[in-house]
């Protein structure tokens, strides 16, 4: 018998598929193997089932977008957790993250958490500025959270940020009957350790569902390609009303006279920390596109 549903975990060979509150344990199909294809967590998937709640995965239906690592599917929104407070989020790696989710065409938001600790005014100025939906929450206090229920209430929402940062505690916040590992700070380093070493979709009480996936270092330099160079300008979002005003075609906007989004810049209308996270990630492309010419001349 032919059921619809969707990939919730991959583990070892073997996907976890809902089908209509029922989870099949299946293997694909050699086929995918052969065409280069992996089923994906958040795949809307068509199985065969076998009985005893075990089946096989038949056809894997048409897709909004991918992401390689964290490897998941359809993602409606990336929620990007950030904290001022010990470990100390980096506003560049917000930012690297944010443009491939713009490339894919995926919103992001942006929730800085430990709040009760540190309020994070300066990313909070940040990211609202930019336009991103951007919310203080604390897993400790509860501040926020049902604020956040309605920000991810029947969308597909990835969670991510770096580790230590509190997404296994944000979760467990939203709905505890998941008891996801939580784990501890390193005080000496700044760094947490990683409690999440699998992609694994929830379903949550408020409707949401979540991918909790490990952290920003998953997001690796693969992701960020020749299609990321091309249109990285538009991928920081607030420089769209700039870009076809600058005095020159082609420009970069890092350092040319007469470009509109500098301009912008100077005269804060754009954050200076998101162009300096522009400017960094136009020189990694740029890097990333000579080694791949050298690479093909070998």
């Not at 942006?110 to 100025?125: H, I, R, S, T």
């Not at 390609?225 to 249109?231: T, Y």
Request: hydrophobic share 40%.
């Amino acid at each position: 018998m032919m059921a619809e549903g969707r990939i919730l975990k991959a583990l070892s060979g073997f996907y976890y598929v809902d089908v209509d509150n029922r989870i099949l344990t299946c293997r694909a199909r050699g086929k995918f193997r052969k065409d280069g294809i992996s089923p994906l967590v958040g795949d809307r998937v068509a199985v065969r089932e076998l009985g005893n709640g075990e089946g096989f995965l038949e056809h894997i239906c048409s897709r909004k977008n991918t992401f390689v690592r964290p490897a998941v599917a359809n993602i409606d929104q990336l929620v990007v957790i950030a904290s001022a407070a010990v470990p100390r989020t980096d506003p560049f790696l917000i930012d690297r993250v944010a443009a491939i989710a713009a490339l894919k065409e995926c919103q992001v938001v942006v929730l800085l958490n430990k709040c009760d600790l540190d309020q994070a005014d300066e990313l909070y100025g940040i990211y609202c500025a930019a336009g991103f939906p951007t919310l203080r929450i604390s897993a400790v206090t509860g501040e926020g959270i049902e604020d956040l229920k309605t920000l991810i209430s029947g969308k597909l929402s990835a969670f991510t940020g770096n580790s230590g940062v509190g997404k296994s505690s944000i979760l467990n916040a939203l709905d505890p009957q998941f008891h996801i590992q939580v784990g501890e700070v390193s005080q000496a380093l700044g760094r947490g350790r990683h409690t999440t070493r699998h992609v694994e979709l929830y379903k949550l009480g408020c409707g949401a569902e979540v991918v909790d996936s490990p952290g920003f270092s998953s997001f690796e330099t693969n992701e960020l390609n020749l299609e990321l160079k091309k249109h990285l300008p538009e991928t920081f979002l607030e420089f769209g009303p700039y870009l076809g005003s600058c005095q020159f075609t082609g420009c970069s906007h890092t350092k040319e006279s007469g470009c509109a989004v500098l301009e912008a810049v100077q005269s804060g209308k754009i954050q200076v920390s998101r162009h300096r996270s522009y400017l960094r990630l136009h020189e990694e492309l740029k890097s990333l596109q000579e080694w791949n010419a050298v690479k093909g001349r070998k």
